[in-house]
Every structure is written in C-alpha cells, then in structure tokens.
C-alpha cells in the first residue's frame, strides 16, 4: 500500500542543546514539518511514501527535495515556485521551562498555493492512502481551499483518508476561524488523531485537560473520542495521544484508539530525559498507519504507534530516525536502553 502526505516542510533552527536562542551564536539547521515527518517515518519502515508540497525554486529549497529523497520519499509531486522556505526557530525546554517554537512562515511558497498548482490526479497516481494535518490550512486561505480540495479528490478516488488535528494558536491568523476549516476537511476523514488540545480546539468537542490532572481520566477521553465518530460519521476510529507531562524532559506517554464503541489503550511509557519531542505526535501518526496497514488489529496497531513514538523521543530533529528491530525490540519488553555490541 503506498501513501501521500501533503504539507509545508521548513527549515528548523534549534539553538544547542538546551540553550536559549541566540544564548551562543549557532544554530542546528535540518529539515521538518509533520506531514513530511509522516512520510520519512513511514518510508524508513517500507511504506512508499510520497509527498506533496511547493518549495521555493533556490539552492535551499533543492536540498530540502535531497533530504526528503534521501530517506525514500516520492519526491516527484514536488513543485519548485519562486518564494521562501518557512522557517521554525526551536528551543529546547528542560525541566520547569517549556520548549518554545517562534514560526517564520508568513508568505512561504506554499501558503501561496494556487488552485493550478497541483494535479491532484496525478498526484494520487497508485496511491491507497491520503495523509494530511490540520497545520497546512492554517497556513492561509489558499491552503485551507487546496487541502478541502485534496482531501474531497481523495476521496472520491477511494483513498483512505487520515487525518492529524493539529491546532497551531499562532498560525490562525489570515482571518478564518480554525473549527470552520477543520470541520469540512473531517467530514472527509476515515481516521481522525489528535490530543485532547486538538480535538477541543479544531472540532469544537469538550473534552478532559491533561495539564495539571494527576491521572487521566480515560472514559473521558473515550466519551470526546465518541463524540467525534458521532459528529463525523465517515471516520470509523478516532485516535488520541495521552502525555502526562510532569516537566519539560520527564512524560509519561501512551495512546488510545475509539471505534465502534470499543476502547483500546496502549501500554504506558515513562519517558525522562527527554531528548526531543517535537515530530513525536507525527511518529505516533506513521506508527498508527504502519499498523494499520500490517497489523491489521487495533490493539497491535497502537503499540506500534506508541513505540515508535516513545523512541522518538530520543532523537534529536523532526525525522524519527528509527529502524523496524529497534520497535519491534521496544515492543518485546526490552526497554534497558543497554549498549548493543
């Protein structure tokens, strides 16, 4: 089975470490951006993968397309324009002090999309599977109608339609409100994923907070997940991270999955010194998918997404940078972190 995702990649600039920005005069420079992080997941273990997206016709938009075609992505839906990369500035939290991102995004080659832009035919071209998140038509007008527009061909093709509910506060700004937008775009949806935030704040569904609670209250969670499937119902499961988040690099982690009624709950992981969280939710998403497509069980399906996103943790950068043994391993009980020699 082979799938597309589509988004806005941008280049990431973290400052070392866990310093302040500009605390030292460096920064860390790769690429990332969740549906591209989506897709490098799923090549990294065997699902072709394609991804579609408008870069800036320069010489950094050029080794965005290597990157990505480096790690087995379909580059060959890219589309070059004249334009900007959008750009992330990343600090890395520790302990009582969060990780912050500042975006630089306005007017970037995507969010300047046009209706022309894309073939969408023959971007699904032998494609099974649809990908998207709810950060590409925050981006602008001009997204929000192409991916509605995406996800509807989609559709109509007979693809399976998944769908991330990110809710970004600081890019709603061109004007439209996000439940607005994000309510057409699910009605398509055959998976909806999210935590509590997204859900509440892209689909308009009261729900549980985790911030604060000293235990996650999982009827909860599966009473907005029902919700959802009840509000929107093309979509046959609703999936949800749960975090506990005792401080910046300490978490606990661990996922359900909603449908037909039905409750599932992955095994719990306790994750301190953590190394990077951004791109672990995308992990979560390209688990789930990974499951989905080869596990065929729903339970199955979600240890492997929350595995994989468990060691995201330890990676530095957006890309899960994770072999197939190494989940597998994880997913055995061995979680020693001992050398391999």
């Given amino acids: 089975m082979s799938i597309a995702t589509f988004g806005e990649i941008m280049l990431r600039l973290k400052s070392p470490g866990q310093e ?8 860390e420079a ?11 997941a799923l090549s990294r273990l065997g699902i072709p993968a394609r991804f579609i997206s408008i870069l800036p016709d320069n010489p950094i ?3 965005c397309m290597r990157e990505l075609r480096s790690h087995g992505v379909d580059v060959s839906c890219l589309k070059f324009k004249k334009g900007r990369l959008g750009i992330y500035f990343f600090e890395n939290g520790a302990n009582q002090r969060p990780s912050n991102v500042i975006y630089d995004r306005e007017n970037s080659a995507i969010s300047r999309i046009t209706e022309e832009d894309i073939d969408w035919d023959a971007s699904f071209k032998d494609m099974q599977w649809f990908h998207i998140s709810g950060i590409t038509p925050a981006l602008s007008q001009n997204c929000a109608d192409e991916t509605i527009k995406a996800v509807r061909t989609a559709k109509d093709k007979g693809l399976t339609v998944s769908f991330d509910l990110n809710y970004r506060a600081k890019l709603w700004n061109y004007g439209a409100e996000a439940y607005s937008v994000m309510s057409k775009i699910a009605r398509y949806a055959d998976i909806l994923i999210g935590n509590e935030e997204d859900y509440q704040k892209s ?4 729900g549980p907070s985790a911030i604060g609670a000293q235990q996650l209250d999982l009827d909860a969670y599966q009473a907005m997940c029902e919700i959802a499937l009840k509000q929107y119902p093309n979509a046959k499961i609703a999936a949800v991270t749960l975090r506990e988040s005792f401080s910046a690099d300490n978490n606990d982690w661990s996922g359900m999955i909603v449908s037909e009624g039905r409750r599932f709950v992955s095994r719990k992981y306790h994750i301190s010194d953590i190394v990077d969280r951004v791109g672990a939710g995308d992990s979560f998403v390209a688990g789930l998918i990974y499951g989905l497509i080869t596990k065929k069980d729903y339970q199955a399906a979600l240890e492997y997404a929350a595995a994989l996103s468990c060691l995201k943790h330890s990676i530095s950068g957006d890309f899960a940078l994770i072999e197939k043994g190494e989940i597998e391993k994880l997913l055995g009980g061995d979680a020693s972190g001992r050398v391999q020699r």
């Avoid at 302040?20 to 920064?27: A, H, K, N």
């Avoid at 790769?30 to 490098?40: K, L, Q, W, Y």
């Fill in 203 to 206: 689909l308009g569904i009261k």
């Fill in 61 to 63: 938009g050029r080794e």
């Fill in 30 to 40: 790769t690429f990332g951006g969740s549906e591209a992080n989506v897709a490098v």
């Fill in 20 to 27: 302040r920005l500009l605390q030292s005069p460096f920064f």
